[in-house]
């Protein structure tokens, strides 16, 4: 899913009104910049796959009524992600290092993404397998940020993801899958200008297929016209230093919207660390405005520095629209926001229907997203990380987050949970206080009765799933005991449906 950081502080306005901030490219542009961000490795853990040694689960599992680990029950499954289909599939991606396979040799195969799928809504799911052993012929021994689409249209899946360790470069590969993601084929989108990517995001219309990813200050978009086949690479935007896509959906015109958080320097410290970007890709083409939303200071020092990854705690956002045209943007902040490391919060951004979201003045900030310190979280000092969001009916939204307002002691390694909340008013006014989605599982190390002991990676999904009268939100994310993981300790992807 997805990592970034905000917050509320008084007297101050915290969107961008600036339409000077709209930037729009439609052709390449030069090499990326600066020297430190060129040499940054991807915003990934790190792999001990072999190239072989698969073993093959064969058996699906229910989803009982509450969370449920949906990979190994050995690990090690890192930042899975989500989507949804009104016929009732629900598909679910993360990516698998070797874990532990005292209770399953399944739990010991290499570095691949795995999927799994149900076609009841989320109540059971087949075995999981593997996306895509090989990218058009070339086996790629790491395979990391996963993201899975659904054509609206055509039911088509699409699995993207980075693919690297081959040698020097790393890789953006889009899966394609048309039996409801049973099978699937897999291609190299990217090239020829970016050959060192980072952190792709995808969506897809009837045969138009936009993926974005980032390399240094370099917003790539590559677009398909055939469905995946054949793909044109487009530098749409250099800016900032270090760049990230985190989420992405379809407008009413098929337009695709992509939501970047993006570093200001190479880095990402500071009080003024990061910018949230929106853009737009007009369908059918790679032409592509973007809007400058908001802005934040760096997120606080991850406590297993310096073992995490790039601004671990830092700068992320996500998009969402509704059925009525509206977007929306919720964003991490900081709770001072003139000050890096000061605990975080989500925020949340939002452009109506009918008017020109790429530009910025048409942005408007709605509030504050989560409610961290509803409960515990003495003196607000505990963080709100990673938040997503889905849009519903008209003015309808539902947002999910993870923070360690259960931590006993408040030291951000313990009491961590994720959390959801719904609003019908396009979150001027909320349903009520959150819900916590995460459960207790005694049987993973990484549980606690408080919650889990530290997010599992900074990827975490939402859909929202509409039968007759009733909506309801599946969720998957990442619960682990560190960031490292691993064998000894090895994470696990959570699913949950929730009615809202």
Wanted: with cysteine.
């Amino acid at each position: 899913m997805r990592s970034r950081s905000w917050s509320t502080r008084s007297g101050s306005l915290l969107v961008l009104g600036v339409a000077a901030a709209v930037v729009a490219f439609t052709g390449s542009a030069g090499s990326a910049g600066g020297r430190a961000a060129e040499t940054l490795p991807p915003k990934v853990k790190t792999s001990t796959a072999k190239s072989s040694g698969v073993h093959v689960p064969t058996r699906g599992a229910s989803a009982r009524a509450g969370a449920t680990n949906l990979g190994f029950c050995g690990g090690d499954d890192w930042e899975p992600e989500i989507s949804a289909t009104p016929d009732g599939f629900v598909y679910v991606v993360w990516a698998h290092f070797p874990g532990d396979p005292t209770c399953d040799p399944n739990s010991g195969n290499p570095n691949r993404i795995y999927i799994r799928v149900s076609s009841d809504g989320g109540t059971t799911f087949g075995a999981s397998h593997v996306v895509a052993d090989l990218v058009g012929g070339v086996n790629y021994p790491r395979q990391v940020d996963c993201v899975v689409t659904v054509d609206p249209v055509t039911g088509a899946v699409y699995v993207s993801f980075l693919a690297y360790g081959s040698g020097p470069r790393a890789d953006v590969a889009v899966a394609k899958s048309t039996d409801h993601g049973t099978t699937f084929t897999a291609v190299k989108v990217n090239g020829p200008e970016c050959t060192n990517c980072d952190h792709p995001w995808t969506i897809a219309h009837v045969n138009d297929v936009y993926t974005a990813y980032a390399h240094g200050k370099n917003h790539y978009l590559s677009h398909s016209s055939d469905g995946g086949l054949t793909w044109t690479e487009t530098n749409v935007l250099q800016a900032d230093t270090v760049a990230f896509p985190e989420g992405a959906v379809l407008d009413s015109a098929s337009n695709a919207w992509f939501a970047w958080g993006d570093c200001k320097t190479s880095s990402c410290n500071g009080n003024t660390a990061g910018d949230y970007r929106v853009s737009r890709t007009l369908a059918g083409t790679s032409t592509t405005a973007f809007a400058l939303v908001a802005t934040a200071p760096a997120g606080p020092k991850c406590p297993y520095e310096p073992n995490c990854g790039f601004a671990f705690f830092g700068i992320q956002d996500d998009i969402a629209i509704d059925a009525a045209g509206n977007l929306y943007l919720i964003w991490q902040d900081g709770q001072d926001h003139s000050k890096a490391g000061s605990p975080p919060i989500a925020q949340l951004s939002r452009c109506l229907a009918g008017s020109a979201c790429t530009i910025s003045a048409n942005w408007s900030y709605v509030g504050r997203a989560d409610d961290k310190n509803a409960s515990g979280c003495a003196a607000s000092s505990c963080y709100s990380l990673f938040p997503r969001v889905e849009g519903g009916s008209a003015n309808q939204i539902g947002v999910m987050w993870m923070d360690d307002r259960n931590g006993s002691p408040l030291d951000h390694k313990n009491g961590w949970n994720v959390w959801y909340r719904t609003s019908t008013t396009g979150g001027t006014t909320w349903t009520g206080p959150s819900t916590r989605v995460s459960q207790y599982d005694p049987s993973r190390p990484e549980s606690q009765p408080n919650g889990f002991k530290f997010p599992y990676g900074d990827y975490e999904g939402i859909d929202l799933r509409t039968a007759g009268p009733k909506t309801s939100a599946v969720m998957i994310w990442g619960e682990g005991t560190n960031y490292t993981g691993g064998i000894a300790n090895p994470g696990h992807v959570i699913y949950r449906t929730l009615a809202t």
